[in-house]
């Protein structure tokens, strides 16, 4: 099984300020990775797949880079509304397998 | 639109079977390439995917949990049904539904992306 590993578990950031997260892979998922954002008592909301394509609407303040086995999500400048608990999920499709990091929760500063 | 929505017990007893539905609307399970899938979340925990069912009538499973889960498809009432045996207070958990992103590759076909649309999840406590 392919473990994620999500880095820092929290980071404080302050509003209008840039945020970085980081995903880990134990192995090549190539650019099989999606990302997700969680508020509390809310399901989780789909940002970007495949690395770096943000669905749709999606604010471009989100974006997403990496391949084999690190992965980063950016948040170039953080709004209210985006301190939230931030997921990767890996989708290796033969066989299917998906798996999810321990996310990361970005709280105010 | 598309919405989806769980419903099931909130309170099983260990060792009994759980059954989750999972109604939606805004797209149908006999159009190519749609998929609707089941996913965990202990509270205070992480995400965990459980099965995932395809318009083809394509199942998978989670590795760890395959031999204690069946998802099943009505495309006629529009339900997807996750039973999970066997369940265990370490089952306790939020429970979500989700539909696959709509995505094709000409050579690929339609390799899974992401869940683009979930449900509201329903907390299900295993408890005697």
């Known amino acids: 099984e392919i473990v994620m590993t999500q880095s820092p578990v929290t980071l404080s950031v302050s509003p209008g300020e840039r945020a970085t997260l980081s995903c880990r892979a134990s192995q090549s998922v190539s650019s099989n990775l999606a990302w997700y954002q969680q508020k509390p008592g809310q399901a989780p909301r789909l940002l970007i797949y495949g690395a770096s394509t943000r669905a749709t609407g999606i604010p471009a303040r989100f974006s997403g880079s990496g391949s084999g086995t690190e992965f980063t999500l950016t948040i170039s400048s953080l709004q209210s509304e985006d301190f939230a608990v931030y997921y990767c999920?890996?989708?290796?499709?033969?066989?299917?397998?998906?798996?999810f990091g321990g996310g990361t929760k970005v709280e105010i500063k | 639109q598309i919405t989806l929505k769980e419903s099931g017990p909130t309170l099983v007893k260990p060792t009994q079977t759980l059954t989750l539905t999972c109604t939606f609307s805004?797209?149908?399970?006999?159009?190519?390439?749609?998929?609707v899938g089941w996913i965990r979340q202990p509270p205070g925990k992480a995400l965990e995917w459980l099965a995932l069912?395809?318009?083809?009538?394509?199942?998978r499973y989670s590795p760890s949990l395959k031999s204690r889960l069946t998802i099943t498809k009505d495309t006629s009432k529009n339900q997807v049904v996750l039973t999970m045996t066997n369940m265990d207070p370490v089952d306790t958990a939020t429970y979500y539904c989700?539909?696959?992103?709509?995505?094709?590759?000409?050579?690929?076909?339609?390799?899974?992306?992401?869940?683009?649309?979930w449900g509201q999840g329903t907390l299900v406590t295993v408890s005697s």
């Open positions: 989700a539909h696959r992103l709509p995505y094709y590759d000409v050579l690929t076909g339609y390799p899974f992306r992401g869940f683009d649309y």
């Open positions: 805004g797209f149908s399970l006999s159009t190519s390439g749609v998929g």
């Open positions: 069912i395809y318009w083809n009538d394509d199942k």
């Open positions: 999920q890996q989708y290796n499709n033969w066989p299917l397998a998906l798996t």
